[in-house]
């Protein structure tokens, strides 16, 4: 077993993330073990990430409202954490279950301010910036949007990478 929250990401003796099955019980188990705190609680907050990240390779219309409603207690109680770290978790998690379901023109929208917070906070260069700039670069591709992605990715990610 890990230590407080870790306990329901990682396993305590190989560091691997659990996946599948697994994580889905330890989503589920952490939600029930955090959903009677108070909503200002870390602990509950990570816990509803848990169970929506959990749910969203194999459940996403099930992840959606627990990832969005996620976001919305994020922005209203742990916004100036960690810079806005937990924030922009929370925004891509959401995002990528938006385009999982198709809905690629909201996703595009959280996709566009995660990859402007990062570049502002981390700079070009760092590894969070590149892959939510890599994120925005799928869903214009998959749009369609080839006037918006080719200068993302020539003046950009590909001098950053």
């Not at 890990?2 to 989503?27: M, N, P, S, T, Y």
């Not at 627990?66 to 959401?94: H, I, K």
């Not at 023109?105 to 700079?123: D, F, K, N, T």
Request: charged share 20%; with cysteine; net charge neutral.
């Amino acid at each position: 077993t890990g230590v407080g929250i870790q306990k329901w990401q990682a396993c305590f003796d190989c560091g691997q993330d659990f996946h599948g099955a697994v994580e889905l019980a330890l989503g589920w188990g952490a939600w029930k073990m955090y959903l009677a705190r108070p909503a200002t609680d870390p602990c509950r907050h990570f816990a509803m990430a848990a169970l929506g990240n959990a749910l969203l390779p194999t459940r996403p219309e099930e992840a959606l409202p627990v990832l969005e409603t996620n976001l919305a207690l994020g922005r209203r109680y742990f916004s100036r954490v960690t810079g806005g770290g937990w924030l922009l978790d929370a925004q891509m998690s959401l995002a990528s279950c938006l385009g999982t379901l198709g809905r690629l023109e909201e996703s595009l929208v959280l996709q566009r301010e995660i990859y402007a917070r990062r570049l502002a906070i981390s700079g070009a260069s760092h590894e969070g910036t590149i892959i939510s700039g890599s994120n925005l670069l799928a869903t214009l591709n998959m749009l369609g949007r080839w006037d918006e992605a080719k200068p993302l990715a020539r003046d950009q990610l590909l001098p950053a990478a």
